[in-house]
């Protein structure tokens, strides 16, 4: 689970949004610090720009005052208690002095920059303040340092302490410069000793850039910062578990007497709970639970409680066992195409078996008057005989009698607010019983009626589960407050309504709060999903509608909501995430053209905003792609001029955002245009590619594999470049970029599915996993490469196999199942028969949600709907089109179906 979407999803009931946004429809905004609200002082400009208030002095002629583009900065971090007084004393302080800085500007914003899974990277930073020299740096904190002398906030990671108060300070950018990093994205920029821009490092650690010397007057607040080890415990760190904002979780040993312990650290004001609780009063409140709980055999022991600096640590045994959710990917019978009935039945039974454990556990802790508040699978330990449980993490526990709503909680398993005391817990049992069959409960927080659904396919798929086990789930999961918890096995009959009572909920009932915060309604919808994707065309109009009825044409951000990268510099632009995307997707389905949209693009690309990226997917060179598509030649042009002015020879290889990507557009335009220049520029691409391949497989770090960032994107680009030249070395190198990638893959030993090996999962999806690789193999057969010993063959036999499991945990097109329909559909392998393709376009319905009540998809994480082309229903809508219709047209840039593969009419 990738924590950074759980802000995404608290402003919006639907789609993920920037937090600044928090505030239900109609309702008055969040509130601002007083000192946000002062009326800006002249001489001054004030902006918002996201999480921040800035704030310029301006010269006589009313521009900005020239500043540096780098150097020493200050940041002050904060509580909720003294931010109010901090962003008062920096403002009087700097106002006078007319030094810029900026702040953030409401508490909801700071709370959430200090949350338990904020960026480790920007934790606490409250106040940014820019000095124009290393002697004005030092007044600063010795005057300012004194002024807040006393006040406390959580410590800042990436910055170094100044004496005991809340001011840090780092080396680094203050003007937005932007240069092409190792792995070929453009981030935020320094120059380095010698003018050339680098990287500005953002570690959650303090870094001085090795050309930077640090100032005389920090040196002993750096040695200060080294005098703190953990070599002051009495025992043995030996390795890291987890990270969040409050602290680390580590595996260790007694140095006393050997013992395996795991210690759990807590920062003080950091990693805040709803209910504004830091680490270390959640780590207090663990002990405290663990304690009550302790000799029950369902909980870890107690050790130790100590104090390294102002850091609390929590020493508790080491279990032995797996989490719960690791036992998905090897026991999970629907990871085939045809699950073996037996396999399924023992699964059942292995799964009703865990959950009957876990509901004994539970009822332990609720024995012992206390509510466990946090169940989900990565909670529960199982121990090795798989007979009994263990439940971690009781950070969130609380007593029984305090009736208490949750405060913090994984989104699967996340209660409605109406639900407080032991039905937060019953809740999440509820959960359970569907989780451990298809693990896609974070859809609840979306739509909860979506449990009703999901039932129907577990009973379907799963036919020795009890028909009243699901029930009773869904009629938990529905139920509105008020209506009394439903009876569980343990506790009597299930009521005969239950079923009956889901089914009769209208489409567009609304819950009141939305289980992830802001205020938005969550809706409770009709068992079945709105529209079956396979019945076309009538749920292609029922996307487009979807799509169209959520775009937002009066923000500058985006147009359409999606994934949160497109809150990144030019993430509301590109195919991947963008407004290109959608844009591109609905003209290759065959939808009427979206002229406001359109306007909207070129309005946002003329010019395009500073640190937009230059690639296929993540930058302007797919929206060239798509406007000259669309006719607009011209801005085409001008945007494919504005890359090659910009450092485009040192991108990195790959099709997302890289040489592969840009090589492609390049030739495409190229032949629409006849222009040479960028003819030539395409060939000079496709010569450093060549180049680059030549060079010896790096070892270190880990290459990536795929079609958007491995080998394979550089792969299509030179096997496009032979279409049009017939030069055989270009097919040649194109077929070793493809080793390269097979080479990181791995055979699955059941089914014999080839799947990218990342180290800690392997993945078969389009955009980094297998089926890209698939796609590619496919055209590089379909042109005849030389493959005497079936290499490539039994390569792309494995990729079919892993793209007709059963089950896949997302629908999205780059990292779920519609990339998968896109590949079969497409293929001309064996294995990818109608048939296969009709089944996962059946998987695809399984995600199927209401928008408006058109058919639309949850994004990536599925917190959220997401309509981009990445992650949601404008890819979703992509492959449908290329399967359900002849996929003349829909289809990826450059991906059309080969040649030698066969024509399709409908899979259903």
Known sequence: MDKRYEVYALADGHFYDTPDRLSAPGAAAPPLFATACRTVPDGWHAARSGDWLTLTPLGADGAPLPAPAQGWKIHSSATAENAERIAAIVWDYCVPRRIPFKFVPGPHLLHLRNAKYAGRDTSGKFVTIYPCDEERLQLILEELGALLKGLQG??????????????????????????????????????????????????????????????????????????????????RVEKALHFSNGGGVYAGSDLRDGRRVVLKEGRPHAGLAADGADAVTRLEREKAALERVAGSGVVPEVRD??????????????????????????????????????????????????????????????????????????????????????????????????NARQTVAHPGFFAPPDRRGTDVDRYALACLRLALFLPVTTLFVVDRGKAAHLAEVIAREFPDVPRAFLDEAVAEITRDVGEGPVPQDNEGPAPSRAGEEHRATRAGEEHPVSPLGGGRPVRRSRPAPPVVPGDWPYSRDSMVKAVLASATPDRDDRLFP????????????????????????????????????ERWLLDHTA??????????????????????????????????????????????????????????????????????????????????????????????????????????????????????????????????????????????????????????????????????????????????????????ERARDGVIAAATSRFYAQPGLFQGRAGLILHLARSGAPGATPERLAQQIDGLGWFAMDYQG??????????????????????????????????????????????????RGSAN
């Open 607 to 792: 010019p395009p905003p500073p640190g937009t990226p230059l690639g296929l997917y993540d930058g302007l060179a797919g929206v060239a792609l798509l406007l000259d598509r669309l006719g607009y030649r011209q801005r085409a042009l001008d945007l494919v001029d504005g890359i090659l002015r910009e450092n485009w020879h040192g991108l990195s290889a790959d099709l997302h955002g890289g040489l592969a990507g840009l090589g492609l557009v390049l030739d495409g335009l190229a032949r629409t245009t006849g222009e040479p220049d960028l003819r030539d520029r395409a060939a000079e691409a496709a010569d450093i590619l060549v180049r680059r391949l030549a060079e010896p497989v790096p070892k270190a770090p880990r290459r990536r594999a795929g079609l958007l960032r491995g080998a394979t994107g550089p792969a299509l680009f030179l096997l496009r470049r032979y279409e049009q030249s017939g030069e055989a070395a270009l097919l040649e190198c194109a077929g070793d970029a493809l080793r390269r990638d097979l080479a990181l893959c791995v055979r699955q030993e059941v089914t014999g599915g080839l799947e990218v090996d990342e180290g800690w999962r392997t993945l078969p999806y389009l955009g980094d996993g297998s089926a890209g690789i698939g796609m590619v193999l496919d055209d590089l057969l379909a042109a005849h490469v030389p493959d005497p010993e079936g290499e490539f």
């Open 154 to 235: 959580p410590y800042i990671l990436t910055d170094l302490r100044w004496h005991e108060g809340p001011l840090y300070v780092r080396y680094g950018a203050f003007a937005r410069r932007y240069v092409v990093d190792e792995r070929g994205t453009l981030v935020l920029a320094v120059a380095d000793g010698t003018g050339r821009l680098v990287p500005d490092r953002r570690a959650p650690s303090f870094q001085v850039p090795e050309w930077v010397t640090l100032p005389e007057f920090l040196r002993p607040h750096l040695q200060a910062r080294n005098t703190t080890t953990v070599g002051e415990l009495p025992y």
């Open 305 to 402: 409680w100590c104090t390294l600096g102002d850091h609390r640590f929590l020493v508790m045994d080491f279990l032995e066992g797996r989490p719960l959710n690791s036992f998905f990917a090897e026991r999970h019978p629907l990871l085939t195409a045809d699950p073996d009935p037996a396999k399924v039945a023992a699964y059942t039974a292995w799964a009703l078996r865990m959950h009957a454990a876990v509901e004994r556990a539970v009822a332990a802790v609720h024995a012992r008057g206390l509510v466990f508040n946090d169940l989900h699978v990565f909670n529960i330990m199982v121990a090795p005989d798989e007979e009994s449980v263990f439940l971690i993490d009781f950070e969130a526990a609380a007593p029984a009698a305090e």
């Open 562 to 597: 999606g994934d949160i990268a497109q809150f990144s510099d030019g993430g509301g632009l590109g195919l991947a995430h963008g407004a290109a995307g959608v844009l591109y997707a609905l003209h290759a389905a065959g939808a009427a053209r979206y002229d406001e949209g």
């Open 854 to 903: 058109q058919l639309a998809f949850p994004g990536h994480q599925m917190m959220r709907l997401s309509m981009d082309l990445a992650t949601g229903t404008a890819g979703c809508l992509l492959a449908l089109a290329s399967a359900l219709d002849d996929g003349s047209t829909a289809h990826l840039p450059f991906l059309p179906p080969p040649t030698a593969a066969p024509t």
